[in-house]
């Protein structure tokens, strides 16, 4: 059975940072492309950041050069810091997996098949 399982969100103030962590079971990760989505109430769930099997990344621009994705193969974990957070980032975050067979640099929903429940971020200005 293959779990998602998403931990590390919470509530900070703007310019603080979290660490958000998705751990992973019942198929093989390794083999596995990587994402973090997000979505905010009243809105469209987006993609934040995606990792490939070899440590490539892509991020969104609303995010690039404060958001890092990382990834722990020997841990099937998949990571998420975020750094110098702002109040429009609050929503919930879910990892997911891309599927096979698509292409793997992508942060477009359809293109993931396996999904977490979500972690909360709330950030206060």
């Known amino acids: 059975q293959v779990r998602l399982v998403e931990s590390g969100g919470g509530s900070v103030q703007a310019g603080g940072t979290l660490r958000l962590s998705c751990a992973a079971s019942?198929?093989?990760?390794?083999?596995?492309?990587m994402g973090w989505f997000r979505q905010a109430p009243g809105q469209a769930r987006e993609g934040v950041a995606n990792?490939?099997?070899?440590?490539?990344?892509i991020y969104d621009d609303s995010v690039k050069g404060r958001f890092t994705i990382s990834r722990d193969d020997a841990k099937n974990s998949l990571y998420l810091q975020m750094n110098r957070l702002k109040p429009e980032d609050t929503a919930i975050y879910s990892c997911?997996?891309?599927?096979?067979?698509?292409?793997?640099?992508?942060?477009?929903?359809?293109?993931?098949?396996?999904w977490g429940q979500g972690t909360q971020v709330t950030v206060a200005s």
């Open positions: 019942g198929f093989t990760y390794s083999r596995y492309c």
């Open positions: 990792i490939d099997r070899e440590g490539a990344t």
């Open positions: 997911a997996a891309v599927r096979s067979g698509s292409f793997c640099l992508t942060l477009r929903e359809d293109d993931y098949g396996y």
